[in-house]
């Protein structure tokens, strides 16, 4: 298993602009969220997934999107790139059950100038 | 707002030494999981520990948890060069479950060879 994969690594954008952060895995799990991290923080939660079709709102939620149309992506859109949104962002996945283990994406490194 | 806040902010030890990390959090709580964090990597999972157990063992790791004071430890006995990363806390409160792990803001841990 690939386990959770993100793309891409790096990313340069600016301000204004829109992208997409692309989440994939493979381990058939219901339940994937994005978080953020900045310098200094733990992870903020943005978004969360438990299921295909279903998503709910984190703690840091405003300028971006996410939609899941299968069980195994779940990609995240920033609508118009500010300043504010530099930071890594991580995807993870959670196995059903009661282990309540997250399984963490190599994350991605963005920067908005 | 950051629920898990670990103590102290960073540690530097000598390998063969042992590394304790507390972290604090504010509400009730299903279980607190702690995670590793390599430089430039994603978290991986270390060890979970469920809010009607005391003391958890996992290798060379050893968890506690006090409900009562809402604090938990985390002990890497015999410490290695490669144990060197930021460890974090993450808490899922009782109401929101693990879709809304809390994150706290970590403590770097340096082993010295």
């Known amino acids: 298993n690939a386990g959770v994969t993100q793309t891409p690594k790096f990313q340069v954008l600016k301000t204004g602009q829109s992208m997409t952060l692309q989440c994939a895995q493979d381990m058939n799990h219901e339940y994937m969220s994005w978080y953020r991290q900045d310098p200094g923080m733990g992870l903020r939660l943005i978004h969360y997934?438990?299921?295909?079709?279903?998503?709910d709102q984190g703690e840091v939620p405003n300028g971006y999107n996410v939609s899941r149309s299968t069980t195994e992506d779940f990609p995240l859109r920033l609508l118009s790139a500010a300043p504010s949104q530099t930071s890594v962002y991580f995807c993870a996945s959670r196995i059903q059950g009661s282990t309540d283990t997250q399984y963490f994406g190599p994350g991605t490194r963005l920067t908005v100038l | 707002s950051q629920q898990g806040e670990e103590d102290p902010q960073a540690l530097s030890i000598q390998e063969g030494e042992n590394a304790t990390m507390n972290c604090s959090y504010k509400?009730?709580?299903?279980?607190l999981q702690w995670y590793r964090q390599n430089s430039g990597r994603g978290l991986v999972h270390l060890i979970l520990?469920?809010?009607?157990?005391r003391e958890k063992h996992s290798g060379r790791l050893r968890v506690t948890l006090d409900t009562s004071k809402k604090s938990s430890s985390l002990l890497i006995t015999a410490s290695r060069a490669a144990d060197t990363a930021s460890y974090f806390c993450a808490t899922a409160p009782t109401q929101g479950g693990s879709e809304k792990l809390v994150f706290g803001k970590g403590t770097k841990l340096t082993v010295n060879p």
């Open positions: 997934s438990v299921g295909a079709g279903i998503t």
């Open positions: 509400t009730s709580i299903n279980n």
């Open positions: 520990i469920r809010s009607n157990e």
